[in-house]
């Protein structure tokens, strides 16, 4: 089989074509050399403007002339054509023709333009440059094997779930981005897995699944992994800043703001992880909403969205589904269902035909459900996590009013034919999450300082209800565990760190914390651990990140010198089945006696390891202390020639330094009516006390017996002990 | 001075001058080429020592004055002016029976300098950065040294032996040793620079207590609305204060429960 005949959709036209195929020199009757010889000599080759176009329609001489004016109209839009060619055979045309343009650069834009047009049902052209040709013949008929590759073996990839006490990982960078760590998650204290300096330029991801930590570097990415994280595969695209990895982990899409050329799109590329092919090139004008192809959940397919057009690809042939992209004016956002190969996408008012949100079933383009919204501002497109359900939160200026008012509309995706129900609210929305895997959702609206945090649930029988409302809060942040239920309110930056963790079954506030300036709040992918941060990168000093359980209580506070970014290791999904799931839920009992066992004994032995340790501390501190001690003792005749024999060892050691001190107190002014006679009786306490402040004599001066009382209180002044009162009670009670 | 009869006080005005504490009379002034750093009396209260920093030209020196010597005040004449060519002392103690001068440099390094002949008895780099406090325990065996490397550090006053490391992760400008239990109290603060990213936090500048013999923290008291330049102990160990760069000094006295505490043992 010819390598050219693959550029070719296979039809009998082509068949037929490649069948008349003869070398190169039968292209070139001898009118048009002369013609081509004729022009004056151009910096570029005159091959190099010449395209090749096939699956013209054979016609006889009667029709030519209208085939020539439509050939011309149609390529013409890409240059001046300065000459053409309709090879003939049996008086009909062959079915390819040639053309040459004025400039190179015209011939690339009819290729990459009228390629693949559909002139009518039987004759979609195939355009191409003369010059490809040549290339392609030139590849030797000889089919070579290519070499075998050895099977580079790196171990269980997926090791660090065999775990035996269930850790999970998270990976650290520190020393502002110079080293990067492993950690493996424990209560007690992290436990270091691997740690190396300049593992990566600039920042880390974990693929989907957690399979591959990938790397960035200034020649492209890295991909590490197994047991020892080796270096599992490597993507060479210089600049690369971005990635992001297809679901299934067979794909990953890589952008460079380098590497954009016309001929040659390589601003984004995407490349198959096992066999580390780069499968398609793809060009791109601005990075700004990243990632800019979207992934099916399941990696059958990715789209993208350009100016009036949503482009959506499948995998494996990286191939334009259906060959064409969809024409959808003024589309201006999209995404896919998390749990089905279903698009949402929004297109704005035009004239009189209002805004409307379409659910469109792929690959048959169905579209299921589309909604029509009025006054539209602006739309964003909020998936729960297991597409069962789409909130579109749409934002309206109401007809004769000046201000914009925000509706949640909930799509039951589950529910026949999609109903709709509608969620008004009154202030401006500052957050809004779904809970991962339920059919509750939580807001954050108002304006600072006034936050409201609202709790909905989308209910079955067609109702949402609100469940509750918490006002005044220090949030700009949702947070959901992955596995739904709990909740961190956070208000990060500027917010100063404030924490809220939320029990959304009866929607309590578990606890309320801080983590002074954190910039960054991560569950781990079981949902029983929140890790709090302050990165670096925001913040310049108390770099660490803290270790919280999903109820808020304190576990950990690790510093590390300018801490940057902490990302939990993600899990690959569950291999156990809903029943089985359901038999270990039944008989949890049994397993959390023997886990709560196995921590106690662990949490023992630790503060064991602890008692131990400062016991010896303590053992070594006094016998410095004792050996210190002994020697100040013997210098004690020293100290006191060099003091001119005063003893200032301690603080009461010289009797002479003993003084006594009177100290009045005024108490309280009491003015009490006696008859006539109208006495202030004031009531002074007098204090006297010595130097050494050993004592506090404390007696009530009674100024209508003007006499002083008997001494009242004496305390002990160290511990404030009361020793006796007056007339020599022993006293009841300290303060 | 030990009796209380007297005070040495060092300024940037580039001069040490000694007073009487009770009328407030200044008795000797003894000018200088450069800010006076540090100064203190030695044990026996008859000799003084200063030290001046590197400055326009003029080298760090620790000079040594013996007060029972008149001429020595009168013609500005220390008995023993020992310079630090390298790195300029930033704090200086004086040993328990006043034989040396323990002082901390500008690099982390302390040294103890003879107050007799001048020369370096002993040497220990223990800490990475600028020492910027070094104070004594109440009997003169040990000295803790506050560090900008974020460190707090006890010495053996004799023999330099460095017995015990407090972490934190602020440069410590000050550290105490109690009077009366195995703790010491530790003050400190950010660079200069950072001051403003943090400081709409109104009170949350701590003075931190550790355990002596166990290098854990167990208390912080909060108020200091800037970082905390000085913190002591009161002689019986009841109450400790501290000075901060807010301007304020505060005094804390210790709840019954700070005495009865303990960290399981």
Not at chain 1, 379 to 400: A, E, F, I, M, S
Not at chain 1, 617 to 644: C, F, H, N
Not at chain 1, 655 to 683: M, Q, S, Y
Not at chain 2, 103 to 117: D, M, V
Request: hydrophobic share 35%; proline share 4%; charged share 25%.
């Amino acid at each position: 089989q010819s390598p050219i005949g693959q550029i070719y959709s296979p039809t009998n036209e082509v068949n037929t074509y490649v069948k008349t195929f003869s070398p190169v020199s039968s292209f070139f009757p001898s009118e048009l050399l002369d013609d081509i010889l004729r022009e004056k000599p151009q910096e570029a080759d005159g091959i190099d403007s010449v395209v090749v176009v096939d699956n013209v329609p054979q016609v006889g001489p009667e029709r030519l002339e209208k085939l020539k004016n439509v050939i011309h109209k149609i390529f013409s839009k890409f240059g001046k054509i300065t000459t053409e060619f309709y090879p003939e055979a049996d008086g009909m045309t062959k079915g390819y023709i040639f053309l040459e343009y004025a400039a190179p650069t015209q011939a690339l834009e009819a290729v990459k333009n009228a390629d693949g047009y559909k002139l009518d049902k039987q004759h979609t052209f195939r355009v191409n440059l003369f010059t490809d040709f040549d290339k392609y013949m030139n590849i030797s008929d000889e089919w070579e094997t290519p070499e075998k590759q050895p099977f580079k073996d790196f171990g269980n990839m997926r090791h660090w779930i065999e775990d035996s006490d269930c850790r999970d990982q998270y990976s650290v960078i520190y020393e502002a981005g110079e080293r990067t760590a492993i950690f493996s998650n424990d209560a007690k204290e992290p436990i270091t897995v691997e740690e190396r300096a300049r593992w990566t330029e600039t920042y880390v991801r974990w693929s989907p699944k957690g399979t591959y930590l990938a790397t960035f570097h200034q020649r492209g990415i890295a991909l590490w992994g197994g047991e020892k994280f080796k270096q599992i595969q490597r993507f060479s695209h210089q600049g690369v800043s971005l990635i992001d990895f297809s679901p299934c982990e067979r794909y990953v899409v890589t952008f460079s703001p380098l590497m954009d050329t016309k001929e040659d799109p390589q601003a984004i590329i995407i490349w198959d992880i096992l066999t580390g092919q780069k499968k398609r090139g793809f060009h791109c004008e601005s990075s700004a909403h990243w990632p800019i192809f979207k992934w099916s959940h399941d990696g059958k397919f990715f789209a993208r969205m350009t100016q009036d057009t949503l482009s959506i690809y499948e995998t494996p042939s990286m191939g334009l589904l259906d060959k064409k992209s969809l024409k959808i004016s003024g589309i201006k956002d999209f995404s896919w269902s998390p749990g089905d190969n279903i698009i949402a996408f929004w297109v704005p008012e035009d004239k009189d035909i209002p805004a409307r949100v379409t659910l469109m079933q792929m690959p048959s383009r169905q579209e299921i459900r589309v909604r029509n919204l009025f006054n539209v501002v602006d739309c964003k497109l909020h998936w729960q996590r297991n597409g069962d359900y789409l909130c579109v939160k749409v934002d309206r200026t109401p007809k004769g009013t000046q201000g914009v008012v925000t509706n949640f509309e909930i799509f039951r995706m589950r529910e026949k034919q999609v109903p709709v129900d509608v969620v008004e609210m009154k202030e401006s929305i500052i957050a809004f999450a779904w809970e991962p895997n339920g059919s509750k959702f939580a807001v954050l609206h108002g304006e600072s300082p006034r936050i409201n945090a609202s709790f909905y649930h989308v209910k079955n029988n067609g109702k949402i209800e609100l469940i509750k409302m918490f006002d005044k809060q220090q949030a700009n942040s949702i947070f959901w565990s992955p596995q739904g239920q709990f909740m961190v309110l956070a208000g990060l930056r500027s917010m100063n760190g404030a924490l809220a963790f939320v029990d959304t079954s009866d929607c309590t506030m578990m606890y309320i914390a801080e983590h002074y300036m954190a910039s960054d709040v991560e569950w781990d992918p079981t949902g029983r651990y929140v890790v709090t941060s302050v990165s670096w990168w925001s913040h310049k000093v108390d770099n660490a990140y803290w270790l919280w359980t999903f109820q808020g209580r304190l576990l950990q506070k690790n510093n590390k010198d300018r801490f940057c970014q902490l990302l939990w290791r993600p899990r690959p999904p569950t291999l156990l089945s809903v029943d089985q799931i359901k038999m270990i839920k039944k008989d949890l009992k049994k397993y959390s006696k023997i886990f709560e066992q196995k921590d106690r004994l662990s949490q023992s032995k630790a503060s064991k390891e602890l008692v131990d340790k400062r016991r010896a501390m303590m053992e070594d501190y006094r016998r410095y202390r004792e050996t210190a001690l002994q020697i100040y003792q013997e210098q004690k005749s020293v100290r006191l020639e060099l003091r001119g024999g005063v003893d200032t060892d301690e603080l009461d050691s010289n009797v002479d330094d003993w003084e006594e001190e009177t100290i009045e107190f005024f108490i309280n002014e009491e003015i009490i009516p006696i008859g006539d006679l109208h006495h202030n009786r004031k009531t002074k306490l007098l204090a006297r006390a010595t130097t050494v402040y050993k004592y506090l004599i404390l007696q009530v001066y009674l100024t209508c017996s003007l006499s002083f009382s008997p001494p009242v209180f004496v305390w002990k002044e160290e511990r404030g002990a009361l020793l006796l009162t007056g007339e020599g009670r022993q006293p009841r009670c300290e303060s | 001075m030990w009796d209380t009869k007297n005070v040495l006080t060092g300024s940037a005005d580039n001069s040490c001058r000694l007073w009487d504490c009770e009328t407030g009379k200044q008795l000797a002034l003894l000018h200088t080429n450069s800010a006076v750093r540090t100064c203190g009396f030695d044990f026996s209260g008859n000799i003084i020592m200063f030290s001046t920093d590197k400055q326009m030209g003029y080298q760090c020196y620790l000079n040594f004055f013996d007060l029972r010597d008149p001429q020595q005040i009168d013609d500005n004449q220390p008995y023993l002016s020992i310079p630090c060519s390298d790195y300029k002392i930033t704090s200086a103690v004086w040993g328990p029976l006043g034989e040396f001068v323990i002082a901390g440099h500008e690099n982390g390094e302390i040294n103890q300098f003879s107050a007799k002949s001048g020369e370096i008895l002993k040497k220990a780099k223990e800490h990475t950065k600028q020492i910027n406090d070094i104070q004594t325990s109440v009997d003169l065996t040990m000295f803790i040294s506050a560090s900008k490397d974020n460190t707090a550090k006890l010495f053996d006053s004799t023999s330099l032996d460095h017995i015990k490391t407090f972490k934190t992760e602020r440069p410590v400008n000050s550290a105490a040793i109690s009077p009366i239990m195995d703790h010491v109290v530790m003050g400190g603060g950010q660079e200069a620079m950072e001051v403003t990213t943090t400081s709409t936090r109104i009170g949350k500048f701590e003075a931190r207590f550790f355990h002596a013999a166990y290098e854990e923290e167990f208390g912080r008291v909060k108020g200091h609305f800037g970082p905390i330049n000085c913190v002591a102990f009161h002689p019986d160990g009841k109450s400790y204060s501290s000075g901060g760069e807010d301007g304020y000094v505060r005094i804390h006295y210790f709840d019954p429960q700070y005495f009865d505490f303990e960290l399981e043992a």
